[in-house]
């Protein structure tokens, strides 16, 4: 079973940066797809950038050219670097996996990290 642990959220302020991580672990699994998703209180969980194996990105057109994901295929991580960051980023950040442990496809999600930015 495969389980996402993140980490590197936290207070900055308006302006500043932040970089939040993802470590995968388990057994005998693949993954393909690494992505983020943020979500506040009473609203939907959004996407926010995904990364897949071979490297190619994608962004949310409200983090593009201020977010930078990436991902070490060896130590199954995943990285989102938040630049020029804006109070409208403050939310609980998710690691998502996508990928294949030898039996079948698999989603997961990690626990969130909060990340604040402040006016």
């Known amino acids: 079973q495969v389980q996402l642990v993140e980490s590197g959220g936290g207070l900055v302020q308006a302006g500043g940066s932040l970089t939040v991580s993802c470590v995968a672990s388990g057994s005998a699994f693949q993954i393909n797809d690494l992505g983020w998703y943020r979500q506040n209180p009473g609203k939907q969980r959004e996407f926010v950038a995904t990364i897949s194996r071979g490297g190619g990105a994608a962004y949310a057109n409200s983090v593009k050219d201020r977010f930078t994901i990436s991902r070490d295929n060896v130590k199954n991580t995943v990285s989102l670097q938040m630049n020029s960051l804006k109070a409208e980023d403050t939310a609980v950040y998710y690691c998502?996996?996508?990928?294949?442990?030898?039996?079948?496809?698999?989603?997961?999600w990690g626990q969130g990290t909060q990340v604040t930015v402040s006016s």
């Open positions: 998502n996996a996508r990928g294949f442990d030898g039996s079948a496809g698999f989603t997961v």
